[in-house]
């Protein structure tokens, strides 16, 4: 009797096996990385795709309740994945999950966004600001 157990058993292992891989091998929506040193960002999307707080409104009370991740924990995760200073630090909701939105400057003044997973701490995604700052220093020289 024990043989078809056994049988019975192994399948069931492969056909678990078979589904895991498969839910890991599909086309699914980018889910952050764990920081633990510098990262390019360029490989990280400019918008938050997943995460792991789901929110349905973003009343600030709700929303500082739901997160895990500190301020001063997403402040620092950042610092490890961008070298920079921190300029702003703010809990939002970004296509309906909860991130630390962290504004980071480097030394040459240009500005990065990082949105950071409020439950988890992943980076979700990146955006470096475009735009030149300088407009104000060119009025100055004038």
């Known amino acids: 009797m024990k043989a078809p157990v056994n049988i019975i058993i192994s399948l069931s292992l492969i056909g678990f096996s078979l589904a895991v ?20 960002i360029e490989t990280i999307p400019s918008e938050v795709e997943i995460g792991s707080v789901k929110i349905s409104n973003d009343d600030d009370v709700s929303m500082a309740k739901l997160a895990t991740i500190t301020s001063s924990e997403a402040s620092r995760i950042s610092s490890v994945a961008i070298s920079g200073n921190v300029i702003e630090t703010k809990l939002e909701d970004e296509n309906g999950y909860l991130v630390w939105k962290v504004e980071m400057i480097d030394g040459n003044g240009h500005e990065t966004e990082l949105m950071i ?5 992943r980076l979700l995604a990146a955006e470096e600001d475009e735009e030149d700052d300088d407009e104000e220093g060119d009025d100055e020289e004038r």
């Open 21 to 40: 891989f498969a839910v890991t091998t599909k086309d699914s929506p980018f889910d952050g990385v764990l920081v633990e040193g510098i990262i390019d």
């Open 117 to 121: 997973d409020a439950g988890n701490g």
